[in-house]
C-alpha cells in the first residue's frame, strides 16, 4: 500500500525558510510519477505549489517561483519542500500527495499543519 | 489561472439525492476530478476524469460535465458523507481548486 507521510516543524518566524518532508513507502519515487506538494489555507482554498517529477525534473506554481525549490533524496525516498521568505500569509495545512497523469491526485499524507508567527 | 467556483454548503437528509457542482471560468474538457475530505483527514480521490470513479469508492458516487460545468452527484447519501468536496481541473497549468462545498447532514 502507498504511503506518504509529512514532517516538519509547525511554528516558523516570519521571513525564515518553512522545510517539510514526505516519506514515501510502498512506491519507490524513481519508478514514475510526479511527486507534489499542495496546502490549504485556513478557509478551505486549495493550492497545487509544485511537484518534482520520478526523473528530476521540477515544475512549480508560477505564484510561487521565486520562493519555492523541491528536491528529493532518492535513496531514502523522500522529497522536501523548502519555501523562503514566509510570511503568516503561509499559514496552512501542507499536504505532499502523487501526481498521476492527467494531473489529478490518487494518494496523499495526512498533512502538516504549519503556522507562521512571530 | 482557471477558477473553479463551487456553492459554499448544501444541507440535506439521508437517502436524498444530492448534486454538488463545479463551473470553470474556462473550459477544462474533462480534466476535472473530485475529492472528498472528512474533518481532520486529507482528501481522498472520489472522480477523475470528469465521471470515472476511483478503486473503492461507492458506485453511489457519480460525476459528470465538460467544458465549464461539472458535477457530483451523491445518491443515496448517507450519514458518513458528511465532508467537504472540492473539485480540481487540470487541463489549464497551473492545476487549480474550487473552495469547497460543505455537505451536512440534517
Not at chain 1, 521571513?15 to 511527486?35: A, E, N, P
Not at chain 1, 515544475?59 to 525549490?69: A, G, M, T
Not at chain 2, 454548503?9 to 454538488?20: C, D, K, Y
Request: proline share 6%; net charge negative.
Amino acid at each position: 500500500e502507498i504511503q506518504l507521510q509529512e514532517s516538519g516543524p509547525g511554528l516558523v518566524k516570519p521571513s525564515q525558510s518553512l522545510s517539510l518532508t514526505c516519506s514515501v513507502t510502498g512506491y519507490t519515487i524513481t519508478s514514475g510519477y510526479d511527486w507534489s506538494w499542495i496546502r490549504k489555507f485556513p478557509g478551505n482554498k486549495m493550492e497545487w505549489m509544485g511537484y518534482i517529477s520520478y526523473s528530476g525534473s521540477t515544475n512549480y506554481n508560477p505564484s510561487l517561483k521565486s520562493r519555492i525549490s523541491i528536491t528529493r533524496d532518492t535513496s531514502k525516498n523522500q522529497f522536501f519542500l523548502q519555501l523562503n521568505s514566509v510570511t503568516t500569509e503561509d499559514t496552512a495545512t501542507y499536504y505532499c500527495a502523487r501526481l498521476t497523469t492527467p494531473y489529478y491526485f490518487d494518494y496523499w499524507g495526512q498533512g502538516v499543519m504549519v503556522t507562521v508567527s512571530s | 489561472d482557471t477558477v473553479l467556483t463551487q456553492s459554499p454548503a448544501l444541507a440535506v437528509s439521508p437517502g436524498e439525492r444530492v448534486t454538488i457542482s463545479c463551473r470553470a471560468s474556462e473550459s477544462v474538457s474533462t480534466l476535472m476530478h473530485w475529492y472528498q475530505q472528512k474533518p481532520g483527514q486529507q482528501p481522498t480521490l472520489l472522480i477523475y476524469l470528469a465521471s470515472n470513479l476511483e478503486s473503492g469508492v461507492p458506485a453511489r458516487f457519480s460525476g459528470s460535465g465538460s467544458g465549464t460545468d461539472f458535477t457530483l452527484t451523491i445518491d443515496p447519501v448517507e450519514a458518513d458523507d458528511t465532508a467537504t468536496y472540492y473539485c480540481q481541473q487540470s487541463w489549464n497549468d497551473p492545476p487549480t481548486f474550487g473552495g469547497g462545498t460543505k455537505l451536512e447532514l440534517k
